[in-house]
């Protein structure tokens, strides 16, 4: 579909020769990309990646660009293809269900519903992002459900009056990696359209792991002195091969493998989401605003058995944004409702090709009601309250074909299993605080209660038995200090999160449960000093520790989360159109995935330096990345054994060192 649509949009900028004079807009009716409060949650920890640090980043994945901030890190990696796929952010250790508790949204709309096997970040195009805002710690309140640990708000909102724009980029690098990019803005008095276009692939580091990847964005835009409104598609068809695991023996013997068995296995994604939104601000002080988005995403594999899954979605949330002083205190206030509709069918069916299949069929409704209010007791003093009551109807089913092929393992429990409802509503809170010590110092600090529902992969599980999993419970706390001292900036924040009913994996990995009561604790620090204007240093470092609290695991390490990550920089800039970095990163060991007795050997920590060059010749921007200089040969993903054989594990390797070259110019 993208196609047309971007053929559409060149044809508009061909043919529209003449300018219209912009209208005047008051700089205070304009309305944020976010659709929420301009300052945020006060008490929140937030960071920006602008628009130049997209352009300027050697990377090639939103998801390299989100991890280089402390307390988050990239997880999931298994497939080492680069452009960010199948990779997860990973804020505050949740390890394998990272992407569950982290809530990805697309101008403040929320990209991951009820299932989040479909959630790719690597579908947006890079070009098409004008801001990145990422919001650690609890945020339910404002996003409901999978943002327990944070958001990530992904900007690609283009204002009308913004100078006319066209962007093109090549991207070349080791096994393969190919990059080819066009996007472009134009402008008319209130109006504006953007379209954006990538195609990506690569041979992939390991055998049987090719990728290849088209994505494509279309946005209208208008503003007027009362209305804003817009309307954002895009579109994603990928096709990845799957090497599988590399076992012990094999991952020493040859990490450029696949698994014998996954010769042919693949996975197929396609489909498209629209967002749309309405906004009326008669005054300053009120403004009214209807978003909403219909997704279709389809996804067929091959992975030892077939499966062949469609889910629709569709969301509406109006919202009210009210501000006013009260004795010289400024209020600043909104009140949301969201409505969710979520329609999932899945095909499930052996590979030997006979006749056995399954079908499972699931309808998941919500309809939230929350409020926050931002209010200054004065310049120095902002405090923050929100609440949410979030209710949740799910409607199961799953049936298999008469008189099916039923493989000898699948015979206890494939029968058909009578239309199941669940209902779980939830509640969320949150209380925050920022007082502004002097001009250089500052501190927050905030405290709520969150919650997740199991996504419906995670219901189904590998043998189906995981309908009734219960919702995920959380309380957590975190202080922040901030000092800007000159040429120094350092941030610090201490956080505790103590959860009920974790969703998790059982230690066969064939289902999913809830786990004992847990908690999750750490310090987060972030530094940078730039002794000269050509010459600065930074480190990101985090400690994070993360157990049970109860249970007959209690004092148990949880899997697949590193007690310590650092990452340590120097940037020097020799001329005014080229700078360079020299990049140090550093990750602990952790327990293996599936390892909560804490039985298996540990996933081994490693270390990479890396190296880069940003140019800027004639308007011509370059980049080049020398990755992993060392050649070392590593994973950060790793399955222990679940039937208990010491020292057996599937290990996912990750590239040696590789190169990364990009070239682009806005014209």
């Known amino acids: 579909m993208w196609k047309p649509l971007f053929l559409t949009f060149v044809i508009f900028i061909a043919s529209l020769n003449q300018e219209i004079k912009a209208q005047t807009i008051e700089d205070e009716i304009i309305v944020q990309s976010s659709k929420l409060q301009v300052d945020g949650i006060y008490g929140a920890e937030t960071y920006t990646i602008s628009k130049s640090d997209i352009q300027n980043s050697t990377s090639d994945s939103i998801v390299d660009l989100i991890t280089e901030y402390p307390g988050v890190k990239k997880q999931f990696d298994i497939y080492g293809t680069g452009f960010g796929v199948g990779s997860r952010v990973d804020i505050r250790g949740f390890a394998d269900t990272a992407r569950d508790n982290t809530a990805i949204l697309i101008n403040g709309q929320k990209l991951t519903l009820a299932d989040m096997s479909l959630v790719d ?11 990145i805002e990422i919001t650690k710690g609890n945020n339910s309140v404002l996003y409901g459900n999978n943002s327990s640990a944070g958001t990530v708000n992904i900007i690609t909102d283009t204002l009308p009056n913004q100078k006319d724009s066209l962007f093109s980029k090549f991207t070349a690098g080791s096994f393969g990696k190919f990059e080819g990019a066009l996007s472009g803005t134009k402008t008319a008095g209130i109006y504006s359209i953007t379209g954006n276009t990538n195609f990506i692939s690569t041979d992939g580091f390991r055998r049987n792991n090719a990728l290849s990847q088209k994505n494509g964005s279309i946005e209208f835009k208008g503003i007027t002195d009362f209305f804003s409104y817009h309307i954002n598609v895009l579109s994603h068809n990928q096709f990845l091969e799957l090497p599988g695991n590399r076992l012990t023996t094999a991952y020493w013997e040859d990490p450029r493998g696949n698994d014998t068995f996954s010769a042919t296995h693949f996975n197929q994604r396609n489909g498209w989401k629209a967002f749309y939104g309405l906004s009326y601000s008669a005054t ?10 219909f997704s279709f995403d389809k996804s067929q594999g091959n992975l030892g058995t077939f499966s062949d899954t469609e889910i629709y979605s569709y969301q509406i949330s109006p919202r009210y944004l009210l501000k006013l002083n009260f004795d010289q205190i400024e209020f600043d206030n909104i009140l949301g409702v969201d409505l969710i509709h979520a329609y999932y069918y899945s095909d499930r069916m052996t590979a030997d ?11 998941d409704q919500t309809a939230a009601f929350y409020f926050n209010t931002n209010f200054k007791v004065n310049p120095d003093n902002k405090f923050s309250i929100g609440a949410r009551y979030h209710g949740n109807w799910l409607r199961t089913s799953d049936s298999v074909t008469p008189g099916a092929y039923y493989p000898e393992w699948a015979m206890p429990t494939d029968t058909d299993r009578p239309t199941e409802n669940f209902s779980n509503p939830q509640f969320a809170y949150h209380l925050g605080y920022e007082y502004k010590i002097n001009n250089f110092n500052s501190v927050s600090s905030k405290i709520g209660r969150s919650f997740r529902y199991p996504n419906l992969d995670e219901r189904i599980g590998l043998n189906g038995s995981s309908f009734k999993l219960g919702p995920q419970k959380s309380h957590d706390f975190e202080i922040s200090h901030k000092l800007n001292f000159k040429n120094l900036n350092v941030s610090t924040t201490l956080y505790y999160i103590r959860l009920r009913s974790e969703i998790s994996t059982t230690d066969n990995a064939f289902a999913n449960r809830n786990l004992a009561p847990t908690k999750r604790y750490g310090i987060e620090n972030s530094f940078k000093y730039d002794f000269t204007n050509r010459i600065s240093v930074e480190n990101s470092f985090t400690i994070t520790q993360a157990e049970f609290r109860g249970g007959d695991r209690n004092g148990n390490d949880l899997p697949g989360v590193p007690a310590y990550v650092d990452s340590f920089q120097i940037n020097y800039s020799p001329l005014d159109n080229l700078s360079t970095y020299f990049n140090f990163y ?47 040969i590593y994973y950060n993903y790793a399955v222990g054994a679940g039937d208990g054989t010491y020292g057996r594990a599937a290990y996912y390797p990750l590239p040696g060192f590789n190169t990364l070259f990009k070239i682009s110019k806005e014209f």
């Open 284 to 293: 300053n002080d009120h403004e009214l605003i209807i978003d909403g988005s």
């Open 586 to 632: 550093y990750q602990s060991n952790s327990k293996m995935l599936n390892d909560f007795r804490n039985f298996q050997i540990a996933a081994k920590g490693y270390h990479t330096f890396n190296i880069g060059f940003v140019g800027n010749y004639k308007g011509f921007k370059t980049s080049l990345a020398l990755n992993n200089l060392q050649n070392k």
């Open 353 to 363: 090709g006979k006749h056995y299949y399954k079908k499972y069929k699931m309808t």
């Open 121 to 131: 970040l690597s579908i947006i195009p890079m070009d098409s992002i004008q801001r």
